[in-house]
């Protein structure tokens, strides 16, 4: 099991699977995106998943979030198989996720878009919402508190009644970490938060995972840039063309052969989107 030989390894850290990708493949005609894919996202740690343009991390996150299914293999939350599960289904199993491009409602307000967030775990429906019942009134009040809260953590709060596209390019990606955070998730899956930033956000987005981690989430990473990669992560794990080709401690990994074999002629410190 690689699972057994990862845990066996000294100064690992420890914590039980939040998540588990388990041999999972996913084929889109010919092409192989993810070929039996096994890591797991342990309680409480930051782990990066990188690897060249086209490795598959942005579909290991479409399979972990119900966009796709795999063709085979499982992904496990907290133990449970996601199964035929829909993406809002696994929005409040605790899962939520950002976009490699940014996906805001720019004609509504950044309060607006982290309250699409805050609705995820609402019980109402459209009967309730007519007759403004007690209950729809109360969770309005929570999403609104939830929404404001992780805006102030976010440091977005002065921002809150602009149209979202009419923020600053570092403070829509801040909002769209926001409008996942107010789902209130156990594991927040961030891919590519860095790209388009500049060193100086690069070191605030550093400090702001580190600090979302601290309010007791999970943090799975996907990034091209290694000094934050480096920097920040517990663990590292690595994709190419489709196969895990490494894992383990970020040194470790740094210095694994088959780690700079598949970054050789291809730039480590490139963050273009593809
Ligand atoms: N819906 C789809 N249909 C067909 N091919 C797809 C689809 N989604 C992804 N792919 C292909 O699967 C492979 C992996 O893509 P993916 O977006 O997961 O890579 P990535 O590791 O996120 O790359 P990048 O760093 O460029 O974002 C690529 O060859 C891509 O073209
Ligand atoms: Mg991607």
Same mark, same amino acid.
């Given at each position: 099991?690689?699972?057994?030989?990862?845990?066996?390894?000294?100064?690992?850290?420890?914590?039980?699977?939040?998540?588990?990708?388990?041999?999972?493949?996913?084929?889109?005609?010919?092409?192989?995106?993810?070929?039996?894919?096994?890591?797991?996202?342990?309680?409480? %740690?930051?782990?990066?998943?990188?690897?060249?343009?086209?490795?598959?991390?942005?579909?290991? =996150?479409?399979?972990?979030?119900?966009?796709?299914?795999?063709?085979?293999?499982?992904?496990?939350?907290? !133990?449970?198989?996601?199964?035929?599960?829909?993406?809002?289904?696994?929005?409040?199993?605790?899962?939520?996720?950002?976009?490699?491009?940014?996906?805001?409602? !720019?004609?509504? &307000?950044?309060?607006?878009?982290?309250?699409?967030?805050?609705?995820?775990?609402?019980?109402?429906?459209?009967?309730?919402?007519?007759?403004?019942?007690?209950?729809?009134?109360?969770?309005?009040?929570?999403?609104?508190? &939830?929404?404001?809260?992780?805006?102030? =953590?976010?440091?977005?709060?002065?921002?809150?009644?602009?149209?979202?596209?009419?923020?600053?390019?570092?403070?829509?990606?801040?909002?769209?970490?926001?409008?996942?955070?107010? &789902?209130?998730?156990?594991?927040?899956?961030?891919?590519?938060?860095?790209?388009? =930033?500049?060193?100086?956000?690069?070191?605030?987005?550093? %400090?702001?995972?580190?600090?979302?981690?601290?309010?007791?989430? &999970?943090?799975?990473?996907?990034?091209?840039?290694?000094?934050?990669?480096? !920097?920040?992560?517990?663990?590292?794990?690595?994709?190419?063309?489709?196969?895990?080709?490494?894992?383990?401690?970020?040194?470790?990994?740094?210095?694994?052969?088959?780690?700079?074999?598949?970054?050789?002629?291809?730039?480590?410190?490139?963050?273009?989107?593809?």
């Amino acid at each position: 099991m690689p699972e057994a030989t990862v845990a066996a390894q000294p100064g690992v850290r420890e914590g039980a699977a939040l998540l588990s990708v388990d041999d999972v493949s996913i084929q889109f005609g010919g092409l192989k995106a993810l070929d039996g894919v096994s890591f797991d996202v342990r309680q409480g %740690e930051i782990l990066s998943l990188i690897g060249p343009n086209g490795a598959g991390k942005t579909t290991c =996150f479409n399979v972990m979030t119900g966009v796709y299914q795999p063709t085979s293999g499982e992904v496990r939350f907290a !133990g449970q198989p996601l199964g035929r599960r829909k993406r809002f289904a696994i929005t409040r199993l605790g899962i939520a996720r950002t976009f490699q491009n940014i996906r805001l409602f !720019g004609n509504m &307000t950044a309060l607006e878009n982290v309250l699409v967030g805050a609705d995820a775990h609402h019980r109402t429906n459209i009967l309730d919402a007519l007759v403004r019942s007690p209950r729809h009134r109360r969770e309005e009040r929570e999403g609104e508190e &939830t929404a404001r809260e992780v805006m102030e =953590f976010l440091g977005l709060e002065k921002r809150a009644d602009e149209l979202a596209r009419n923020l600053s390019y570092g403070d829509q990606r801040r909002l769209e970490i926001a409008r996942a955070m107010a &789902t209130r998730p156990k594991l927040l899956c961030l891919d590519e938060p860095a790209a388009g =930033f500049n060193p100086a956000e690069k070191e605030q987005l550093m %400090e702001l995972i580190r600090r979302i981690r601290d309010r007791g989430l &999970t943090v799975l990473l996907i990034e091209h840039d290694m000094s934050l990669v480096m !920097g920040v992560s517990d663990r590292v794990a690595v994709l190419e063309f489709g196969r895990k080709i490494a894992e383990g401690l970020p040194a470790e990994v740094r210095n694994d052969p088959a780690v700079i074999a598949a970054y050789l002629g291809t730039d480590a410190d490139d963050e273009g989107e593809s």
